[in-house]
């Protein structure tokens, strides 16, 4: 079963609605044969590689509302955040351009890292304030996954997997996804937002049920083994 998860590294939700998806599949029966895609989306494809203003700033200027307003709204997210294991640190977080970022996660795909180099990347902005677009923060996180420098370099110098995050956000525009994150699973089920483990479980067990439906035995007719062997209780009473 495949789940694709619409995300962008400096989402605050995103990484909230990481570990509830990972509570969810812990808890799932058939997660051993569930395999994970992160999917690129740019929350704001325009951002300079780095921002100067602070968090608090920033959400001001967008929605217009006062610093203390965005300091309030940020404390909530925090809450959340601390609730699920996550320490977000909005004092010191250092925003920008995450193109390059999602770039790196598709090569780190490529070796089966995604998931590490995703994580690994959130960290480093929400909790070190690492500045998220640029290169430096980028080769440290690769580092700490274990991809090879050069490798990495080579990708970063150049355009590599430039057309896997467009590829994504074509695919997310395509599947009406305006927001994240964003849960597909299996291509035929969507769930978007951070929803709670137990929502995402019973959308990973909907999944499952639709892809593996159940099939009943045909029983011989006119067998007397057959007949035997079919007692059944019905609404809570069994004959002797």
């Known amino acids: 079963m495949l789940v694709e998860i619409w995300s962008d590294v400096v989402c605050p939700w995103c990484y909230i609605g990481k570990r509830q998806f990972e509570a969810a599949l812990a808890s799932f029966a058939h997660r051993d044969d569930v395999t994970v895609e992160w999917r690129s989306f740019e929350l704001d494809p325009k951002a300079p ?21 965005a300091e309030a709204a940020t404390a ?17 977080a250092k925003s ?20 590490a180099t995703e994580e690994a990347l959130m960290a480093a902005y929400f909790t070190r304030g690492a500045p998220i677009g640029e290169r430096g923060t980028l080769e440290e996180v690769a580092g700490e996954v274990g991809l090879d420098a050069e490798e990495v370099a080579i990708a970063m110098d150049g355009v590599a997997f430039a057309d896997d995050v467009r590829h994504d956000e074509q695919m997310a525009g395509a599947l009406g996804i305006s927001a994240v994150p964003f849960f597909v699973i299996d291509r035929a089920i969507g769930v978007p937002g951070a929803q709670t483990p137990d929502v995402l479980l019973s959308a990973l067990e909907q999944a499952w049920s639709t892809s593996h439906p159940l ?10 083994e057959a007949s035997d062997s079919a007692e059944a209780c019905i609404d809570g009473s069994c004959a002797d």
């Open 49 to 69: 590689a780095r921002r100067e203003l602070s968090t608090n700033q920033q959400l001001a200027k967008k929605y217009g509302m006062s610093e203390e307003e």
């Open 76 to 92: 909530r997210v925090t809450g959340v955040a601390t609730e699920v294991g996550l320490d977000f640190r909005w004092g010191v």
């Open 96 to 115: 920008g351009n995450t193109f390059d970022a999602h770039r790196l996660i598709h090569l780190a795909a490529t070796h089966g890292l995604g998931d």
């Open 215 to 224: 099939t009943m035995v045909s029983v011989p007719s006119g067998r007397a």
